[in-house]
Antibody
């Protein structure tokens, strides 16, 4: 079975760094794009970016370019989303997803709360 | 960036009734289009891709149509488990974009 299992909820202070993880199984990690999607409370999902783990080709949505870093470790079939300096506005639910053009599988989501 | 506009924002329907949801793209996306269902506390779930192709395990009471800029999702006879938020998405170009959602609630 295809599985995307994300790391647990995070509570951080403004200015702190963070990396959240998406551990995948049940498919060949290096042959699919893996994406990250943000969802603010009561809002629709927003694309942040995607990565092709085989060669680490990465594409970002303009709104998130320079704000986050997406990476992947193909030795452990895991994708990452990283911030160097969190802001309160980064408080949201973050999903990793598998793309086959459309999104066919979603992780369970990682809540991130940024508060002083 | 392609803007996806869903209507209505909220749809109040009685169990057993038909629900019709719409999504409009700001430019032609052919059939590079998907529908998702999201229940409270859960990740979205794929319903349809390529505008009209039903995903695995999606009941036949769900149907979808459209191409170009206008798309429709129909739930023929609402069951209790169908009350949720529905999102449309275009994947014709990057960045892929979602609509703001239609909440289907119990009347």
């Amino acid at each position: 079975d295809v599985r995307l299992v994300q790391s647990g909820a995070e509570v951080k202070k403004p200015g702190e760094s963070l990396r959240i993880a998406c551990k995948t199984s049940g498919f060949t990690f290096t042959t699919y794009w893996i994406g990250w999607v943000r969802q603010l409370p009561g809002k629709g999902p927003e694309w942040m970016g995607r990565i092709y783990p085989d060669d680490s080709d990465t594409k970002y949505t303009p709104s998130f370019q320079g704000q986050v870093t997406i990476s992947a470790d193909k030795s452990i079939n895991t994708a990452y989303l990283q911030w160097t300096s969190l802001q309160a506005s980064d408080t949201a639910l973050y999903y990793c997803v598998r793309l086959v053009n459309w999104v066919d599988f979603w992780g369970q989501g990682t809540p991130v709360i940024v508060s002083a | 960036e392609i803007v996806m506009t869903q209507s209505p924002a909220t749809l109040s329907v009685s169990p057993g009734e038909r629900a019709t949801l719409s999504c409009r793209a700001s430019e032609n996306i052919d059939t590079n289009f998907a529908w998702y269902q999201q229940k409270p506390g859960q990740a979205p779930r794929l319903l349809f891709y390529s505008a009209v192709s039903r995903a695995t395990s999606i009941p036949a009471r769900f149907s979808a149509s459209g191409s170009g800029t206008e798309f429709t999702l129909i739930i023929s006879s609402l069951q209790s488990e169908d009350f949720a938020v529905y999102y449309c998405q275009q994947y014709n170009e990057w960045p892929q974009t979602f609509g703001q959602g239609t909440k289907v609630e119990i009347k």
